[in-house]
């Protein structure tokens, strides 16, 4: 795009791919990242459609916020709770140096900090190696951690605390005896951490796995489907909220407390969207939510036409004793819906909700139309976002003639 990159010039541009392409009105549902240009253009697309045709976007709640994103942004709140230290940029030497003065150190910034300095020159980096050779076990490098790259605090905390043992007793003290000023030589040796601290370092871990798992479950190239997502989410909340009345993470509260409310802010946006309602409902069997259902029923029923005419009619002799046959006939949709909540299904523990549906569909005609729409929407833009970092790699300057 060679204009500005806001909502407005993003939905005008998306619309005219789409009209080009001949799929405006097959588009179910959009999913996008918490950007709130996103809204914007989601919004602007609809406009497009109403300008063009002169009637409605058929899909009224088709936006989908991509809850990876979510996850990331509750984990960052997380780590920005309990560490005060940046993130480090090589532009700027000591911005994420933490205060080795401060009653309560920071023992993400000490571990970042000693990653730092065993990464800063090929003459460490070696060192490093050959204290680990020393110790009999495989030389690893440290990690550093970035804010735009998920799940990196968690990685770079787990390398550095498999290797705590000789970072403290090896690797600082020797460094520190190398550097002849005094000055540079005590901020060295303040980086190391006590025993207490590691063990912190260690239940900081723990919290931040809870997310990672979460995110690599996202991650997939399959699985991460609507359905499958928010149980996730609601898991991830339930484990921090136990963490949280556990004396060991007391110290982590107010970071615990910054996640879940960040979790629950994005979990309530959720509730604004009818993809995230009938997706549970169909995953689930569950009638909790049946005035949505019945509309939606309704929907497809007369979007289907003569087929599901047909087929009901069918069905319907089974059903003439039922307690409600006048509210049948006049609603033949609502044979099927009661129907499929009436009856007792069993599924094999092997068998996912994807799989019963292919082998029951037949059963249930509108059932399984919407089946397709709602349990194939996806719930995370990293498949995509994937792709796009592969073209950008591929499709560079050197390998242009490709």
Known sequence: MNTAHNGAHLGEALFKLCDRLKIVEKIGHIASDNATNND??????????EKRTGKVF???TWHVRCLAHMINLSAQAVISTRSQTKYYNPHTKDDHMPDVMANDWDEIGLVRAICVKARSSLQR???FDAIQGQHGVKALKLLLDLMVRWSSTYIMLHRAESRRSVMINDFI?????????????????????????WK????????????????????????PTLFNALPAIKKLYAQWEKALGKDKYKPFAAALEAGMEKVDEYYCKTAASDVHIMAMLISLMTCD?????????????????????HMLALL???HENSSQPGGIRRKPWLMEY???????????EDMDIVQWWGFNAHRYLVGASLVRDYLAVMASLVSSERTFSAAGITISKRPNRL
């Open 338 to 348: 009661n129907l499929s909540l009436d009856t007792v299904e069993s599924m094999s």
């Open 58 to 60: 058929p899909c009224k």
């Open 40 to 49: 914007t253009m989601i919004q602007e697309f609809a406009e497009c459609y």
């Open 173 to 197: 003290f020797e460094l520190s005896m190398r550097e002849k000023n005094l000055g540079k030589r005590r901020k060295i040796v303040a980086l190391q951490l006590s025993n207490d601290e």
């Open 289 to 309: 939510l049946k005035a949505l259902a019945e509309k939606k029923f309704s929907e497809r029923y007369s979007l289907l036409g003569n087929t599901s005419v």
């Open 316 to 318: 319907l002799p089974l």
């Open 200 to 223: 912190r370092v260690t239940l900081f871990l723990n919290l931040l796995g809870y997310a990672d798992d979460v995110q690599q479950a996202f991650s997939a190239e399959a699985a």
């Open 125 to 127: 980096k070696e060192f």
